[in-house]
C-alpha cells in the first residue's frame, strides 16, 4: 500500500509540470525582447504546455535573479521559477488575436511586487478561459510557479517607458489557498494521494468482505451422527426422509393404542 502512494506521488509529480517540446523550445528561442509586442508564438508554446500541467508544483522551480532576467532574458526563458510578493493591485484582462477552445479569447493579467528596493514587478499571465480568477486585495501575499516568457517594454501608470518581467503561470496561492485559472481551489498534491490512498483502502476491504474464504457448502438442519459440514446433500436428505417415516409410522402406532 505504502509502495503504491509513492509511486503514485512520483507519477503525480512528475506529470503536475511537463517540459517543453523542442517544437515549443524553438518558438521560444525565436522571441524578441524589449518590443512592446505581447503576442507572439513563444506565448502560444508556454500557454501550450501551461495547458497540460495538472498542478503547479514547486519541484524544479528557483528563485528568480529578476537582474539577471533583465540583462540576460534569453538565457532564462521558458525556465520554471518560484515568484513570491505582493498583489499590486492591477488585474485585468488581457485579450488574444485569436479565440482558443481551450484557452479561451484572453488571459488574466496580475501584477506582483517582487522587490521593494529598488522597485521590480512581475506581470503574470495565468491560463483562465472563462476569466473566474478573483483578483486579492491589495498588499496580499502571492506565491505562483510560472515559466519566464520575455522582457516587455511598456508604460507605466505615469506614462514611463518600463522594462517589464513577464511569466506565464496556471495558478497562484493567496491566503494560503491555491487558486486556478477555472476558479476553482486546488487541493496540495499530498492531499489527493493521502485521499485516493484511502479509498483505495477502503474498496480493497470492501472486496475482502464480499468474498468468502472458503466455498460455500449446503446446511441441513435436523442431522444426527454425522458432521453436517462434510455429508453429502443427496444422503443427509435420505436420512431426514426416512427419520420423518420412522415418526410417521411412531405415531400411527401410538394412535392404535
Known amino acids: 500500500m505504502h509502495g503504491m502512494i509513492t509511486r503514485l506521488l512520483i507519477l503525480l509529480s512528475l506529470a503536475a509540470v511537463p517540459p517543453l517540446t523542442p517544437q515549443q523550445q524553438a518558438q521560444l528561442d525565436a522571441v524578441q525582447d524589449d518590443t512592446t509586442e505581447l503576442l507572439e508564438p513563444g506565448l502560444d508554446a508556454l500557454?501550450?504546455?501551461?495547458?497540460?500541467?495538472?498542478?503547479?508544483d514547486e519541484a524544479g522551480a528557483r528563485i528568480p535573479d529578476y537582474d539577471g532576467l533583465l540583462n540576460n532574458p534569453a538565457g532564462a526563458r521558458g525556465d520554471l521559477f518560484l515568484i513570491e510578493?505582493?498583489?499590486a493591485g492591477r488585474s485585468r484582462r488581457y485579450k488574444l488575436r485569436e479565440a482558443n477552445p481551450w484557452m479561451g479569447d484572453a488571459l488574466t493579467e496580475w501584477v506582483i511586487l517582487v522587490r521593494e528596493e529598488p522597485e521590480e514587478v512581475a506581470v503574470v499571465y495565468f491560463l483562465d478561459p472563462e476569466g473566474l480568477m478573483e483578483a486579492p486585495g491589495t498588499g496580499a501575499d502571492v506565491r505562483l510557479v510560472g515559466r519566464f516568457y520575455k522582457v516587455w517594454a511598456d508604460t507605466d501608470q505615469q506614462?514611463?517607458?518600463?522594462?517589464?518581467l513577464t511569466f506565464v503561470a496556471r495558478s497562484a496561492t493567496v491566503a494560503g489557498q491555491r487558486v486556478s485559472g477555472d476558479g476553482s481551489i486546488l487541493p496540495p498534491i499530498w492531499l489527493i494521494v493521502v485521499v485516493l490512498g484511502m479509498t483505495f483502502f477502503f474498496l480493497r476491504q470492501q472486496i475482502k468482505r464480499r468474498t468468502p474464504n472458503v466455498p460455500r457448502r449446503v446446511m441441513l438442519s435436523g442431522l444426527t451422527g454425522q458432521d453436517q459440514a462434510d455429508q453429502d446433500p443427496a444422503e443427509a436428505l435420505k436420512q431426514m426422509t426416512e427419520q420423518h417415516k420412522d415418526i410417521d409410522r411412531t405415531g400411527e402406532n401410538h394412535g392404535d393404542r
Open 47 to 56: 500557454l501550450t504546455n501551461i495547458l497540460q500541467w495538472e498542478s503547479a
Open 85 to 87: 510578493g505582493r498583489f
Open 159 to 164: 506614462g514611463q517607458s518600463t522594462r517589464y
